[in-house]
């Protein structure tokens, strides 16, 4: 987002006019930030063979995924509903990774039909996977490595206490039945959790796998999940992607040389590739003054956005109106009936009732969480791609709030 001749825009096209067009709230994707995000990441590992496995529950909308492919990004799923949303983006099943976590064995089924690759991360469904296909299906295994990553206790995976993956300390079971079922295991993966601020707990992770890796023979890839940290505010600590890129590269050549064959390295990054390319555009409905403070009331809620609520997650809020106005505190809140803040004590330029205001890092989790909470209609959505704006999701309407009610006579 720039400021150009006193109005905020991305790639030429001015959001607030944007508003007028597509009304509010309205979610907007750059799909210049998404193209460098990716860019940065696949350049940042040298000399091994990358794959990037876009997580998709991070931002489903099928133009999206659509444009990752473009740029050469695999998906990462954890439902067959999002195997399925893959397939009609147009990816095909040897690009998809399927990783559920705690699914019926139907669903595990159905993956195998389609053909994606399955990622296991539990020893019953190891067993029950090897009673029905042996060796005859490729899968990968979930490992957790026990590390704690991350800052967030509901984001964090790796440790000790998460339902993620098998943990590396079952290792002698995990070879119990893979040898006795005879699996095809070609792939070890972790994920050790968002908001990763450390090379050090990957490398860490990376060294347990190799360490694994070597219980395993037939072994085409390593996995090493996600978890990169973007900034929400400005000095923000990330991942240094550079850092990581250059340390893994060179501890991943050395194991291959090591195991003797030269496998693929995957990743599966969500909020590092959409997160920023994301913005929330909401009206102002009321500005209210209080003893305490002065809200800004707008017209969306963590229906919409529930980050700051559930995470307690910053995003960044900006008044698209006022681009040269004084700058006052007001906390902004939502229309929902109950507490749902989406920021305390913020400097914006002075705020009028009308105003156009923008929540950053919206591209991640923001409407891939959204639900119709207080009976609230869910956004639309737009991509702004080559200096235009496509809209690439219709506001909802009340008719989709009833369509799957059915009515009896009372
Ligand atoms: C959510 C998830 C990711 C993506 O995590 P980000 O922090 O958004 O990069 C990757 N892999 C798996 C298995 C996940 O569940």
């Not at 000790?160 to 995990?174: E, M, N, P, R, T």
Request: aromatic content about 10%; charged content about 25%.
């Amino acid at each position: 987002m720039l400021v150009e001749n006193n109005k905020y825009t991305v790639q030429g096209v001015d959001l607030v006019n944007l508003t007028e067009e597509f009304g509010t709230p309205l979610y907007v994707y750059d799909s210049d930030k998404i193209r460098s995000q990716f860019d940065r990441l696949t350049n940042a590992f040298k000399g091994v063979k990358l794959r990037v496995k876009y997580a998709t529950k991070s931002l489903t909308n099928l133009s999206i995924l659509k444009l990752l492919k473009s740029f050469g990004s695999e998906l990462d799923c954890v439902s067959i509903q999002e195997v399925k949303l893959g397939l009609k983006a147009g990816f095909s099943p040897d690009q998809i990774l399927y990783t559920p976590n705690c699914v019926s064995f139907s669903e595990i089924r159905q993956a195998v039909e389609i053909g994606v690759m399955i990622n296991l991360d539990n020893i019953s469904i190891l067993e029950q996977f090897g009673h029905e296909y042996h060796g005859s299906v490729p899968i990968c295994i979930r490992l957790n490595p026990h590390i704690m990553a991350g800052g967030n206790k509901k984001i964090s995976t790796g440790h000790a206490d998460s339902k993620f993956g098998i943990s590396i300390y079952q290792l002698a079971h995990i070879l119990r039945v893979v040898k006795t079922y005879n699996l095809n295991v070609v792939g070890l993966h972790m994920h050790t959790g968002s908001d990763i601020l450390d090379a050090e707990v990957f490398l860490r992770g990376a060294d347990i796998l190799f360490d694994t890796a070597r219980s395993f023979e037939n072994l085409e890839f390593i996995d090493f999940g996600s978890g990169f940290k973007v900034a929400y505010k400005e000095g923000d600590i990330t991942t240094d992607i550079e850092e990581l890129g250059a340390k893994l590269s060179e501890s991943f050549k050395s194991f291959c040389k090591d195991y003797g064959r030269e496998l693929e390295m995957w990743f599966e990054p969500g909020k590092y590739i959409v997160s920023e390319s994301g913005l929330f555009l909401v009206k102002t409905n009321v500005v209210k003054t209080t003893p305490a403070t002065v809200f800004a009331g707008v017209d969306s809620g963590m229906n919409h956005l529930i980050r700051p609520m559930m995470y307690d997650a910053y995003h960044e809020i900006v008044n698209l109106s006022n681009p040269n106005g004084t700058s006052r505190v007001y906390t902004v809140v939502g229309y929902i009936c109950e507490t749902d803040t989406f920021g305390l004590d913020r400097k914006l330029n002075e705020v009028k009732e009308g105003d156009i205001l923008a929540f950053k890092n919206a591209g991640a989790y923001a409407f891939s969480m959204a639900s119709n909470y207080n009976s609230r209609l869910r956004p639309a959505e737009v991509l702004i791609h080559k200096g235009k704006a496509h809209l690439i999701r219709k506001r909802e309407v009340f008719e989709d709030l009833i369509r799957n009610q059915v009515e009896v006579d009372i």
